[in-house]
């Protein structure tokens, strides 16, 4: 290493931003090589994390991942080789990078070294510019593969939310079709094709605003206006009425003022009130009353929908809007669950500057609140 630290000293460091700095573990179990690395990735503008032995390593990396390990090959206890077997065992710590800085030039270790899994090796002594270089190069790999994947998972998001809302439209208009029948009467012939025709729209609508904001560049309130809670109140009623009334529900405002206004989008906030109302309906009794009320909470209105069904449970509370969860509770109706609707609605009212809440209802059954900024 001196070698190292006389190059180090008559050498520029690559210049790197100290603004969100990448963070590299250095682990070597001698401290005056820590020491020479360490000053030299600190002045290329890195955060060094030190570690003087394979079980150390190991624990700060499960406990704050790091961009980069540089990790030396030979060590007492725990070696090198050693160390990178735990590290991709673990799901946690198997995608960081890891560069073996090492004396040994064996050619039989190096082969060792890429079998297990390093990305890449520098021997010592070695040149300043070169390791610089080295782990510049792969920090920047990492850090594109991490803003690929959270692409990647932002898209998976988008096409839940976008399967799940047009399934519920598709499955209001199925519902409808169905109950057709050349014996009903003229009054529940135009109620049937005005529920079509509402479901219809409410999917044209959440597709041409899905459409929109994948077109544009989102920024921070982008689509948001404001809306009367009365017309939200009465799009989703008219929307889920048909399949209230299937089971001999009743779905009713109160609670409401006239005037009450709320700043949102107007998709946005429909998926969720329509997640909150059919959800009652899946789970409330047959025959039993769903109330849509909204009432002002200083700078925000809250709209709630109530029900008579069995509430949730105090094991079910904690896993309530994660996703892929299903609840203890079984739906009235045999109706199917894919364990996304209020996970999604959650998240969707957050995206509105709003939130998304449970209580028990006094006297017995659920209380669903959505906040939303009030205008």
Same mark, same amino acid.
């Given at each position: ?35 020479? #690395?360490? /000053?030299? +990735? ?6 060094? *994390?030190?570690?003087?032995?394979? @079980? %150390?390593? =190991? ?67 070695? #040149?300043? /510019?070169? +390791? ?6 792969? *920090?920047?790999?990492?850090?594109? @593969? %991490?803003? =690929? ?79 009367? *809670? ?146």
């Amino acid at each position: 290493m001196n070698d190292a630290a006389d190059a180090a000293a008559g050498s520029e460091p690559a210049t790197h931003s100290r603004h969100n700095a990448a963070a590299v573990l250095v682990v070597d179990d001698q401290p005056a090589n820590i020491r020479v #690395v360490g /000053e030299l +990735l600190s002045e290329a503008g890195y955060d060094v *994390v030190p570690a003087l032995n394979g @079980r %150390d390593a =190991l624990e700060l990396t499960r406990s704050s991942p790091p961009d980069l390990i540089l990790l030396d090959m030979r060590m007492p206890g725990m070696d090198g080789f050693g160390t990178i077997a735990e590290l991709k065992r673990d799901e946690r710590t198997r995608d960081i990078p890891v560069v073996f800085l090492t004396a040994d030039s064996e050619r039989e270790n190096l082969v060792r070294a890429f079998s297990e899994g390093a990305v890449d090796y520098v021997t010592k002594p070695f #040149v300043v /510019e070169e +390791l610089l270089a080295r782990v510049q190069n792969h *920090v920047e790999l990492k850090r594109s @593969r %991490d803003r =690929l994947a959270r692409v990647a998972e932002e898209r998976e998001r988008v096409a839940e939310i976008v399967s799940h809302d047009l399934r519920n439209h598709f499955g209001n208009i199925l519902f409808a079709v169905d109950m057709l029948d050349p014996g009903v009467s003229e009054d529940t012939l135009l109620r049937l094709k005005h529920s079509i025709r509402s479901s219809a729209d409410a999917g044209m609508l959440f597709l041409q605003a899905f459409l929109d904001q994948n077109g544009r560049e989102s920024t921070e309130g982008e689509g948001r206006e404001t809306l009367p *809670v009365r017309d939200l109140f009465e799009a989703t009623l008219n929307l889920l009425s048909r399949q209230a009334e299937s089971k001999g529900m009743r779905l009713q405002m109160a609670s409401l003022d006239a005037q009450a206004q709320v700043r949102c989008e107007r998709a946005g906030a429909l998926h969720v009130l329509q997640n909150m109302v059919s959800n009652a309906i899946k789970y409330a009794p047959h025959g039993s009353e769903i109330s849509m009320e909204a009432r002002a909470a200083g700078e925000t209105m809250r709209l709630s929908v109530l029900d008579r069904g069995p509430g949730i449970s105090p094991q079910d509370r904690e896993k309530l809007f994660k996703r892929y969860v299903r609840l203890g509770s079984q739906p009235t109706g045999g109706e199917t669950s894919t364990g996304l609707g209020l996970a999604l609605a959650k998240q969707r009212a957050r995206t509105m500057g709003g939130e998304l809440w449970y209580e028990d209802r006094e006297g017995g059954g659920a209380v669903f609140t959505l906040e939303l900024p009030r205008s």
